[in-house]
């Protein structure tokens, strides 16, 4: 019953930055741990960062002190702030939540973000 919706893709210059935004159609930061993925053509999906309902961080060590994980309880809302934009960041990125008990799994359909010129 957990529905997904991902926004605030799209084209930025290298150097530049962008907020994407997962928000979720309930309140489930209690049970839940949130994270940003992301997927390039011809790659492996990998992790970007997770945020746990303890308030812990996860970074991969790519985008470690670029991007930063948040959330907003009361909008039941999760965010990823991308600074210092490479073309390498270049991605379909997907939120995800992963039950903490049971670990089932829901996934947002993607945005896009294209680091260019």
């Known amino acids: 019953q957990v529905q997904l919706v991902e926004s605030g893709g799209g084209l930025v210059q290298p150097g530049g930055s962008l907020r994407l935004s997962c928000a979720a159609s309930g309140s489930i930061f209690s049970i839940f741990a949130v994270a940003w993925y992301r997927q390039a053509p011809g790659k492996q999906r990998e992790l970007v960062a997770r945020?746990?309902?303890?308030?812990?961080?996860y970074y991969a060590d790519s985008v470690k002190g670029r991007f930063t994980i948040s959330r907003d309880n009361a909008k039941n809302t999760v965010y990823l702030q991308m600074n210092s934009l490479k073309p390498e960041d270049t991605a379909v990125y997907l939120c995800n939540l992963a039950r903490m008990d049971t670990y089932q799994n829901y996934w947002g359909r993607g945005t896009q973000v294209t680091v260019s010129s």
């Open positions: 945020i746990f309902n303890t308030g812990s961080v």
